[in-house]
């Protein structure tokens, strides 16, 4: 227990400030116990809604972050955390309100706390945009992970293997990619498809460009230890880490708005659940728990194709939230029980090859 908590301990004290805070914002705002109490309760709400639609994210996050040595590891928890809740919960939804109404930043945070209706409006109204984004980048990052010719581990391995030979042809994944938008596009009014075709273009090429930048800094590294110099630099993986992280919140953020409208509330709800994704990305890396359970990884995968395909989409249709985290925490606890099933297998295999 007390190993466990050394995981958590941060992510518990961060709740507690954040509910302190939530509680003066609360009874600063209505002035009535119920009033705070009510606040308080949707805190926590927002907090656990967070966590349960992330924990794909933490799974996905610990298995490039097992890679990476413990300075990386530890500036993600820190430096990474400061992006996830301070740039994604707060300046990204001001930074839509401020280029959708065309206002500056100040008047956005004065909308957000004064008008929190048209806030709300204002941000779901760029909805398209950020499903087009968000989906193509998610559903990149999941495609690849199944389009490695050199995995050798298949836990659907009817469409694993499958699509493992199909790396073979150069950018099979993207033209898959690009079909699927296009298809969506054809569903939508003329101005949303430009929106959302763009947008998923910009994403994909984001992807690329981190893939790439990932790539370019590996390579270095690599050619520093041909030379004997001692290389701890996990800089590619991190930037990729942050924009994964980013692309995992795009919904969470959009999905938010149907319990509040209120930006404070909302920011604090959704903090405590980045911090706590967090703590279960270092706990998993830590644990060794993706090398001990085998398909883990890949029920997280793919969690976030399936995510990626619902964020693309909701350019169309309304999706609720409490599906798509129904749907990933259903894969990940399919992958964790065959994983478990698969120890005992060999754990019987030995057993019985012993004897």
Partial sequence: ?????????????????????????????????????????????????????????AVVNAS???????????RFLTWGIAFA???????????????AAGIGPIQAIDLSLNDPL??????????????????AFLAMVGLKFFFDGEKDIHWISAVESYLARFSALPAAEIALLLLAMWGIS???PPEDALTFLVSGMLGLVTFIAVEGISTILEMREEAARVRGAVVRSGLGGFLYLNILDASFSFDGVIGAFALSNNMVVIVLGLSIGAM???????????????AQY??????????IIVLGAIMLLSAKFHIPETITGLIGAAL??????????????QASDTTQTGD
């Fill in 276 to 290: 706590f994704v967090r703590s279960m990305t270092i706990h998993l890396v830590k644990k060794g728990t993706l």
């Fill in 118 to 135: 048209e806030y709300e409006r204002l941000v779901s109204s760029a909805h398209v945009g950020i499903a087009g984004f968000g989906g």
């Fill in 85 to 99: 809740v301070f740039g994604m919960r707060v300046v990204f939804p001001l930074a839509i309100v401020a280029i």
């Fill in 64 to 74: 490039v972050l097992k890679d990476m040595d413990e300075i990386w590891q530890r």
């Fill in 186 to 188: 054809t569903m939508l």
């Fill in 332 to 345: 990940i606890g399919l992958s964790l029980w065959w994983s478990i099933r698969h120890q005992k297998q």
């Fill in 1 to 57: 227990m007390a190993t466990l908590l050394r995981f958590y301990t941060f992510s518990f004290i961060f709740t507690f400030l954040c509910l302190g805070l939530g509680a003066w914002y609360g009874w600063s705002s209505t002035g009535s116990i119920a009033g705070m109490a009510q606040m308080l309760w949707i805190i926590f709400v927002l907090s656990i809604l967070e966590i349960s639609l992330s924990f794909d994210n």
């Fill in 294 to 303: 085998r398909f883990l990884e890949h029920g997280a995968f793919w969690a």
